[in-house]
């Protein structure tokens, strides 16, 4: 019954859009209505300035490290997947927002820092030195969905590798829009700058 509560709890914590509060607050606009019209902390970032990105980023990791960071040790690793994957759902799928949410990068990222950190930091790795070089955050949210399983494996995680090849399904499937778009060359890169200048 505790777990439940927890996971309901999780649910609940991660469907808090605060993506959308922050460009309401700083910019009065909805970030659903411009730029990739996401909720996360990317778009956020591209409409508001890098600072509020980042706290947008920041609010969105701590929908998935708190709860799974508060829960027992003891409570095993089905529940405390299942308090993460709550956490990562209630993110994409928002009742505030219409069962819609962001892309759930950064939640998974504070879901797995909780529960595997070293894992996490090796993921995090690879995935900023690929967003350095293509310029394209999809592209970086993509490596660190692959890169979790096997840095889980490596490093001996094994309770968190189930959900770590579930998350990494499902951050495909919400990127899959993203997906065409790098296909037809049409994906928005976030480094402009460094593309430019590679042009």
Do not use: Q
Request: hydrophobic share 55%.
């Amino acid at each position: 019954m505790f777990a439940l509560v927890l996971i309901i709890a999780a649910f609940c914590f991660g469907m808090v859009p605060f993506g959308l509060y922050v460009a309401r607050l700083v910019k009065g606009i909805d970030p659903r209505e411009a730029g990739s019209h996401n909720v996360g902390a990317t778009n956020v970032a591209r409409l508001c300035g890098a600072p509020w990105g980042v706290l947008t980023l920041a609010l969105d990791l701590a929908k998935g490290f708190v709860p799974a960071a508060a829960a027992p040790a003891d409570i095993g690793w089905v529940a405390l997947s299942c308090i993460g994957a709550a956490a990562i759902l209630g993110h994409a799928y928002s009742s505030i927002l219409h069962f819609r949410g962001g892309k759930a990068v950064a939640t998974t990222v504070g879901v797995f820092l909780a529960l595997a950190p070293v894992a996490l930091i090796l993921a995090a790795i690879c995935t900023i030195a690929v967003i350095w070089l293509s310029g394209y955050v999809s592209v970086g949210s993509l490596t660190l969905a692959l890169a979790l399983p096997f840095f889980c494996l490596l490093t001996g995680n094994w309770g968190t590798i189930p959900l770590a090849l579930c998350v990494m399904l499902f951050l495909f499937w919400r990127h899959r829009e993203n997906i065409l778009r790098l296909d037809r060359g049409e994906e928005m890169p976030w480094l402009k700058g460094k593309k430019k200048a590679e042009e």
